[in-house]
Nanobody, 125 residues
Framework: QVQLVESGGGLVQAGGSLRLSCAASGRTFSTYTMGWFRQAPRKKREFVTAILRSGGNTYYADSVKGRFTISRDNAKNTVYLQMNSLKPEDTAVYYC??????????????????WGQGTQVTVSS
């Protein structure tokens, strides 16, 4: 079983920045596709960003493009989400997710095998 442990959430003012981290177990982390999703109250879980195996390609939801950056450090088995220019509408529980096999799609929750516990991000106006 792959375990994902998130950290870095918290309260920040609009326009500020946060960096989320997701530390993963697994002996072949560099081959995993990693994604970030978020879920606000009364809303469905929403794709934020993904980084494909070995970090070759990244993809972003339109709502965060230009503000968020996903990266990974395979030596540390960790994926990061750098969030800049935060807006109140970014407030949500953020989840990291891992897909072990080569993905055909990666923008849906069902595309992933393992999930972190979620970390709360609150952006005040």
């Amino acid at each position: 079983q792959v375990q994902l442990v998130e950290s870095g959430g918290g309260l920040v003012q609009a326009g500020g920045s946060l960096r989320l981290s997701c530390a993963a177990s697994g002996r072949t982390f560099s081959t995993y596709t990693m994604g970030w999703f978020r879920q606000a109250p009364r809303k469905k879980r929403e794709f934020v960003t993904a980084i494909l195996r070995s970090g070759g390609n990244t993809y972003y939801a339109d709502s965060v493009k230009g503000r968020f950056t996903i990266s990974r450090d395979n030596a540390k088995n960790t994926v990061y989400l750098q969030m800049n220019s935060l807006k109140p509408e970014d407030t949500a529980v953020y989840y990291c997710a891992a897909r072990l096999r080569v993905p055909s799609t990666f923008k849906n929750p069902g595309d992933y095998d393992y999930w972190g516990q979620g970390t709360q991000v609150t952006v005040s106006s």
